[in-house]
């Protein structure tokens, strides 16, 4: 005896954020005439990379993560006041921001004071971890 066909959920696709979005459909698997068509080299410089934000959704700036040490008593001490002044609208509303805003007035510093105020030169190539 013929074991029986499965059957297609109508819910397939749907997100369980938006339940009345309309699912989007599977794509379709690509034939062997079908991957010759296109730039290959583009598929091949984002295989096995993470992609960062859609367009048109966050503030559309270049943004990298970076891993940081950073000594607890100032971590505590700036996520408290990003906590404190969140209902501020002048101040960061999040820890990211504070640490954009604090790097970027701290590197103005440091062109004024060692630099002339011009920016500095573009390093070759990567910092040397730990200390020197």
Same mark, same amino acid.
């Given at each position: 005896? /013929?074991?029986?066909?499965r059957l297609k959920s109508s819910l397939s696709g749907a997100s ?6 309309? !699912?989007? !459909? $599977?794509?379709? #698997?690509?034939?062997? /005439? /079908?991957? &010759?068509?296109?730039?290959? #080299? $583009?598929?091949?410089?984002?295989? %096995?990379k993470k992609i960062g934000r859609p367009v048109g959704t966050g503030r559309n700036i270049d943004t =990298? ?15 408290? #006041?990003?906590?404190?002044? =969140?209902?501020?609208? +002048? ?6 921001? *504070?640490?954009?805003?604090? *790097?970027? $007035? =701290? +590197?103005?510093?440091?062109? @004024?004071?060692?630099?002339? %105020? ?5 390093? @070759? &190539?990567?910092?040397?971890? &730990?200390?020197?």
């Open positions: 005896m /013929a074991r029986p066909q369980p954020v938006d339940p009345l979005a309309t !699912p989007t !459909p $599977e794509p379709a #698997a690509q034939t062997p /005439a /079908a991957e &010759g068509q296109g730039s290959g #080299a $583009e598929s091949d410089k984002t295989a %096995g =990298k993560t970076r891993s940081v040490t950073i000594t607890l008593s100032i971590l505590e001490e700036s996520l408290n #006041a990003v906590a404190f002044l =969140k209902d501020n609208p +002048n101040a960061p509303r999040t820890f990211t921001q *504070l640490l954009d805003q604090a *790097l970027f $007035e =701290k +590197n103005a510093q440091l062109r @004024e004071q060692y630099n002339n %105020g011009e920016p500095f030169p573009q390093r @070759e &190539g990567k910092l040397r971890p &730990g200390p020197r």
